[in-house]
């Protein structure tokens, strides 16, 4: 039995969560949950966003699960999920963008990976005015180093070798940001280098993001920076149905944590109409590196069911005319 941290979020996250809990009781997982909090609700409970009751459950048991977290734009509190990258030094974003049954896209046959450095770029938070009085002019700092751009790079691989996967491109834009993203790219080829059996190629982002919406399914296993991985992988779920429909791990060397990565929707809270889809397959993702990778195939199977059979079963944002419950009873009854 896993003992898992798990974090329901705000809005539609406890909803989700329980949807989730109740499929994997369902698949008996082996899983033990240690229900923490974090986001808007905790900051209004407790005056911080992350309790640090919450940081040493994630320090002891090294896994999360984690629902959509509310994050104030332009003021308040910075972002619980920057934060938790961070501390626990989560350098490794993965995003999974597949094609599913029924659910509407013009892609067919999409079936890419996103691997997003998790903790540089211009996301490291360095911003400051140059006049503290006026406010007119602020600047940001990226910061890039070999290190972490060898860690993540040579995740992407290590993932493409593992799981049968025949090619990685390397997304940068080191012919303007020659420095940074300059020092990216030239990592990326030294570590391409090592992997002869893997096809290697790298794209400047902007043609990347045509090529992704001209051709997706020429991709495979992407990498790239921070902020260019945050754009993508929005992208890439866009591609396959939106960020309802897809998951997403944040993995370190001592630490994982899985999320929704989608908005927490206030407006549809409690109204049993939220689609618990991202979340579900972050969760298999987390039996995945877990190691109980048929569980998370017995529930993938059942999903795909599911969707076959959506107008009766399915939430509404996917095409069907049914409720968190009824989407969550026929994974179960799948199973």
């Given at each position: ?192 280098a090592d992997y002869s059996d893997i096809e290697f190629e790298d794209l400047i ?131």
């Amino acid at each position: 039995m896993k003992k898992v941290v798990l974090i329901a979020g705000d809005g539609i996250g406890t909803e989700i969560t329980a949807a989730v809990v109740s499929i994997l009781e369902k698949a008996n997982a082996k899983v033990q949950w240690i229900e923490k909090k974090a986001g808007l609700a905790a900051h209004q409970e407790s005056g911080n966003a992350l309790p640090e009751d919450t940081v040493e459950a994630i320090k002891e048991h090294r896994i999360a699960l984690k629902g959509p977290l509310t994050t104030p734009v332009g003021t308040g509190f910075r972002s619980v999920n920057v934060a938790l990258r961070q501390q626990f030094n989560l350098y490794s974003n993965i995003r999974p963008a597949r094609t599913l049954p029924n659910i509407d896209s013009p892609f067919k046959n999409v079936d890419m990976v996103i691997f997003r450095e998790n903790t540089q770029g211009l996301y490291i938070g360095r911003e400051h005015w140059i006049d503290e009085d006026t406010k007119n002019h602020a600047e940001s700092i990226a910061v890039v180093t070999e290190a972490a751009s060898r860690k993540i790079i040579k995740a992407a691989f290590e993932y493409a070798r593992a799981n049968g996967r025949k090619k990685v491109t390397l997304v940068h834009k080191a012919n303007i940001l020659k420095f940074t993203t300059g020092l990216f790219l030239e990592v990326g080829r030294s570590v391409a280098a090592d992997y002869s059996d893997i096809e290697f190629e790298d794209l400047i982002v902007d043609n990347m993001a045509m090529q992704m919406v001209m051709r997706p399914q020429r991709f495979d296993v992407v990498v790239t920076t921070n902020l260019f991985g945050d754009i993508l992988s929005d992208l890439a779920s866009g591609l396959v149905g939106g960020l309802g429909v897809t998951g997403a791990a944040n993995i370190g060397d001592d630490a994982a944590m899985f999320e929704a990565v989608h908005g927490s929707a206030p407006d549809i809270a409690g109204q049993n109409k939220a689609n618990p889809l991202a979340l579900l397959f972050s969760s298999l993702m987390m039996l995945e590196h877990i190691g109980q990778k048929q569980t998370a195939e017995d529930i993938r199977k059942a999903i795909y069911k599911t969707l076959v059979e959506r107008k009766v079963y399915c939430t509404p944002d996917i095409g069907g005319e049914g409720t968190t419950s009824t989407f969550t009873q026929a994974v179960c009854d799948n199973i």
